[in-house]
């Protein structure tokens, strides 16, 4: 079974769970990953983009956003929203049950950890420092660095870059953005990889879970939005 929707849903599934499946192996106690740190973290995610990137396009999306951003971004930039209302649910859809996955597969380790900050970091995305408008620039541009990296990869101006490769690169792109600037706020940039794992937080039966930061929730959901909306405007105004 191929299609658009079913493509973002499975290659979100796939970058959640190997995303924050690997913060999962670096924070639960009594994992053999834990404490090996943001270079694991960071690359792993790279990884994860690199792989749902790849199973999106092999199951009918030939767009693999995985980032609602991504697509609404790229929708103002063309002028085209119809496949806002086809990506942005499977996205969703596909981050909440990719984090429940990441709950099934590290299930005995949740009794295990007793602090309820790690247990939600698995899941979403928090401030190193508590500021609302400097949370906000961070996450607005990382997304805006983002989505100009994904247009200037792609663009006709890097004429050898075959897919294989520039998907390669955008994996490098979402490490380095994670190791420069992830500090802030834990780069989200992707509303759907926030909420849905965010969702799955709050739903399900964790041992030691404290509450879900819904108090905080906004930001990673707005801000990635503002930035890849922005990011749009200003490809469509300069090319």
Sequence with gaps: MTSPFFGEFLGTFV?????????????????KAKDSGWIVITAAWAFAVILGVFTAK????????LNPAVTVAFAVQSGEYSKIPIYLPAQFLGAFLGAVAVYLHYLPH????????????????DPAISN????????????????IGIHSIFSAQIADVTTPIGV?????LVWVIGLSMGGTTGYAINPA?????????????????????WKYAWLPI????????????????IL
């Design 15 to 31: 970058l959640i769970l190997l995303g924050d499946g690997v913060v999962a192996g670096v924070l639960l106690e009594k994992s």
């Design 110 to 125: 949740w009794k295990e950890t007793k602090d309820s900050g790690k247990i939600l970091a698995v899941f979403s995305t």
């Design 222 to 237: 707005l801000a990635p939005l503002a930035g890849g909306t922005f990011a749009g405007m200003f490809l469509k105004t």
């Design 168 to 172: 390669g690169y955008v994996g490098v």
């Design 193 to 213: 990889r926030d909420l849905g794992p965010r969702l799955a937080h709050y739903i399900l039966p964790i041992p030691h879970k404290g509450n879900s930061g």
């Design 132 to 147: 609302p408008p400097s949370n906000f620039f961070s996450e607005f541009l990382g997304t805006f660095l983002l989505i």
């Design 58 to 65: 092999a199951f009918g999306s030939a767009d693999a956003h």
